[in-house]
């Protein structure tokens, strides 16, 4: 209870990292309920692990190309950071976009090894980086460092972006996304939508591992729709309950890691695996008893 009174204190010293975890708590179940629908759950694990690898390719081009970095704080690092992986992050959901389009080869193998690339590039490159021994090679790890009153702005700025145009085209997203037929015949542009929709995956998921790495965007990327999609009847309660789900794991797996002095990111993710788990065991074991109750 002392650990829970500290978290919730005004003064507490990682404040701000909490703030964030629970935005991207709140805020990454509601694109990756579109990712989960739209069976694109393989892209919702290996664009967290580009829009990293952008971020390391970021911070090394000064290195590389024997520049010097102001370093203003945090602003300099965090506006190429966040360059970086936004760059890759809509350049990687673009290009794979289009393969899948094309239906051609192995979408899971091309998508693997961007994945298996990524990561590996990741931390080979931030491992001979000066901006890498500071902090942001720990945070490709899952480990959510002290977060700037800065880069908690900009995470609410862009997470609030996506999600205010996620509700304004929030009808023609769904349309396109799961009755492209009847979307060609009323005569929508499915090409611009689905080309919005990837941008706003996109920039969700860049400001997501700018923030908190890699291993905790993906969690909540999916995790909390996964399990929201076992309990929900319609797309409003899978959107609404896959949110609350992502935040309350997010504060929750704060509350434990900081007890009991574990990282925070594998602790969100194992918290997500452990609830949809639970909730899948539940509902095989409820719909069996209904099955042998109505005799079929």
């Known amino acids: 209870m002392d650990a829970l009174l500290q978290i919730l204190s005004p003064g507490f010293l990682l404040r701000n990292s909490i703030y964030a975890s629970m935005l991207i708590g709140f805020a990454c179940p509601i694109v990756g309920v579109f990712l989960v629908m739209r069976r694109l759950v393989f892209m919702g694990v290996a664009l967290p692990q580009i829009s990293s690898t952008g ?22 690092p965090h506006a190429l950071a966040f360059a970086g992986a936004t760059t890759f992050s809509l350049g990687a959901i673009m290009v794979l976009a289009f393969l899948e389009r094309r239906g051609k080869g192995q979408p899971e193998g091309r998508i693997g090894t961007a994945y298996v690339t990524a990561a590996a590039l990741s931390i080979l490159i931030l491992s001979k980086n000066p901006y890498g021994e500071i902090g942001w090679l720990g945070l490709l790890k899952g480990e959510v460092v002290t977060i700037s ?68 965007t993906f969690g909540f990327l999916l995790l909390p729709a996964l399990t929201a999609h076992l309990l929900a009847r319609t797309m409003k309660q899978l959107t609404i309950l896959a949110s609350l789900i992502g935040g309350g794991a997010a504060f929750l797996g704060f509350w434990i890691a900081y007890k009991w002095d574990l990282p925070v990111g594998p602790t969100d993710v194992c918290l997500l695996s452990s609830l949809y788990g639970t909730v899948w065991l539940l509902t095989r074991l409820l719909s069996s008893r209904t099955k042998r109750f109505n005799g079929t």
């Not at 971020?55 to 300099?76: C, E, M, R």
């Not at 349309?175 to 920039?203: H, P, Q, S």
Request: hydrophobic content about 60%.
């Open 149 to 216: 009153n800065l880069d908690l702005v900009v995470t609410a700025a862009a997470l609030a972006l996506v999600l205010i145009g996620l509700a304004v085209c929030r009808k023609e997203l769904l349309l396109v996304c799961f009755d492209r037929e009847m979307a060609i015949t009323l005569r929508k542009n499915v090409i611009f939508w689905d080309i919005l929709l990837y941008l706003m995956i996109g920039l969700t998921v860049s400001t997501a591992v700018l923030s908190v790495g890699p291993l905790i």
């Open 55 to 76: 971020i390391a390719v970021a911070l090394s081009l000064p290195l590389w190309l024997g520049f010097h970095v102001a370093n203003q704080g945090s602003l300099s």
